[in-house]
């Protein structure tokens, strides 16, 4: 059973991993999901993250194709009082469909309500921010939906922390309520932008952290290092293009090393590092096998001693500091 930490001050707990929703539907089948699910469950987890527009990038697909899914499987296994079922709102659904207005997050929410066959979502997120729409409209509109129990918490995604913390303010003024979530971009490459602005503003403002691309599109998992390995997967071109320079095989050579030490391998040490951050509550990955499931599951049992977390630092800041 994994150790369940508090989602800012929400009251909802949460595993230390988030299993990310956006394969369902689009590299995995409904058949498959349902037992991926399942095995998370099993293996002591209770998070779940997705969203309506996932997976609308696929050629035929609208978006609620991964909400489907969850939904099916909730209501075939009746297991929803054992998940913390998060989902996200705001990215272009279709004609008119976008953005964070009242009337849209309204007509958005009954959508997704259905899809996933459910009466309420635990975390609804922001998808992107949306600055057409005063914040106080917005959150009026998420206030509202959580004193009808539609809603229990809300979330922010893509966020900048001047306007997290603008969020964060007009709740507080309206007393109404707040951003108690952000899921940033994060992980052992893409560093600066959380550490040096929205990380010290989550933990003084006591927001919880969920943060995406945990194995950066499966490049700290060890599979992409030559140009040739960008055929492995659909999305293999972007992650090789983006991770494949110098520090990015000088990522992957510091979480080799980790990873024989420990027994491990590269992407349960990647993850293992975001759990020990002070800032983060759950990192989002997602797996597409019972195999990859399992593995993610020892990364949350990994503990990383201080003197290996700072060796990752090293290894992984943004300009390269030499070897102690």
Known sequence: MSQLRPLGRSGLQVSPLAFGGNVFGWTVDEA????????????????????DVYSAWVPGHTGGESETIIGKWLKQSGKRNRVVLATKVGKPMGEGKAGLAPKYIREAVEASLKRLQTDYI???????????????????AFDELIKEGKVRAIGASNYTAPRLAEALD???????????????????YDRA????????????R?????????????????KYRTEADASKSARGANTTRKYLNERGLRILDALD?????????????????????PGVTA???????????????????????????????????????PAA
């Open 206 to 222: 006591e927001v919880g952290v969920i943060n995406f691309y945990a194995l950066a599109a499966g490049f700290l998992t060890g």
């Open 32 to 51: 498959a999901s349902f037992k991926l699910l399942d095995a998370w469950l099993d293996a002591g987890f209770n998070f779940v993250d997705t969203a």
């Open 257 to 277: 090393k980790v990873a024989q030490q420990y027994n491990a391998k590269p992407g349960q040490v990647a993850i293992a590092w975001q759990i020990a951050r």
């Open 283 to 321: 990192p989002i990955a997602s797996a597409t096998s019972i195999s990859q499931l399992e593995e993610l599951v020892v990364a949350t049992q990994l503990k990383l001693d201080a003197g290996t977390i700072e060796m990752l630092d090293r290894a992984s800041a943004e300009t390269a500091k």
């Open 193 to 204: 932008v959380f550490e040096d602005e929205l990380e010290p503003l989550c933990i003084k």
């Open 170 to 188: 007009v709740s507080e003024r309206l007393g109404i309520a707040r951003y108690e979530s952000l899921q940033p971009l994060y992980n052992l």
């Open 122 to 140: 635990d975390l609804y997120q922001s998808h992107d921010d949306d600055a057409n729409t005063p914040l106080e409209e917005t959150l009026g």
